[in-house]
């Protein structure tokens, strides 16, 4: 018995040994699943950034005196609560 070799890649140029879920993008946000969100309080904050330079995903958004939070993008880590130095950040559960 002879084994066929396969192309590598296919017509569109994706390998064929992927996955599924890696040639197709889940339409799934991580706010549809997330149990925590951070809320900022704006009289604590001062711009330090901190919040900002350890977000994994980048949803720290810059408004005009206080960071706030791109909560579609946000998978509730708490990371950013845990780091901010003023305490300004808390983690509340997620509405149902």
Do not use: H
């Not at 890696?22 to 330090?48: H, Q, Y």
């Not at 901190?50 to 980048?58: A, D, K, N, R």
């Not at 791109?70 to 509340?92: H, S, W, Y």
């Amino acid at each position: 018995m002879k084994l066929q070799a396969r192309p590598f890649f296919d017509a569109a140029g994706i390998p064929n040994d992927l996955a599924p879920i890696a040639v197709e993008p889940s339409p799934m946000l991580p706010g549809d699943w997330r149990s925590l969100r951070p809320v900022v309080d704006r009289g604590k904050c001062v711009k330090c950034a901190v919040c900002w330079l350890y977000c994994p995903v980048q949803c720290v958004i810059e408004k005009a005196r206080w960071f706030d939070f791109d909560l579609a993008t946000c998978k509730g880590c708490g990371i950013c609560a845990a780091e901010c130095p003023q305490r300004a950040i808390a983690m509340v559960e997620e509405a149902a």
